[in-house]
């Protein structure tokens, strides 16, 4: 059994910065793969980033340049720093574990591969 809390999120001006954390409780991370997602209102939940287990990197084409997932296999935690929100970026986020090794394409960002989920956290961005 696993557990995800997800922490840092709260209200930031266009432009500015936010780094999410994920804390993640019972087997260690280092063995699956770790995904970022996000639900804006009235939207499906999409993917955002990736953190596969060979250390491999993903991101949402919208996200990309900006935003960047890491992870810390000491503390449980996987990260993700996020630069020049803007109002778009306003969802709630959401730390998800996958007990696949890797992904094929794009399966990193489907969301029914994925095993456990945090509650969420809200990231709002305003102009």
């Known amino acids: 059994q696993v557990q995800l809390v997800e922490s840092g999120g709260e209200s930031v001006q266009s432009g500015g910065s936010l780094r999410l954390s994920c804390g993640a409780s019972?087997?260690?991370?280092?063995?699956?793969?770790m995904g970022w997602f996000r639900q804006a209102p009235g939207k499906e939940r999409e993917g955002v980033a990736n953190?596969?287990?060979?250390?491999?990197?993903t991101y949402a084409d919208s996200v990309k340049g900006r935003f960047t997932i890491s992870q810390d296999n000491a503390k449980s935690t996987v990260y993700l720093q996020m630069n020049n929100l803007n109002p778009e970026d306003s969802a709630v986020y959401y730390c998800?574990?996958?007990?696949?090794?890797?992904?094929?394409?794009?399966?990193?960002?489907?969301?029914?591969?994925?095993?456990?989920w945090g509650q969420g956290t809200q990231v709002t961005v305003s102009s």
């Open positions: 998800a574990l996958s007990f696949a090794p890797t992904w094929i394409g794009n399966m990193w960002s489907q969301e029914e591969r994925y095993h456990y």
């Open positions: 019972g087997d260690p991370i280092s063995y699956y793969c």
């Open positions: 953190f596969d287990t060979d250390n491999t990197t």
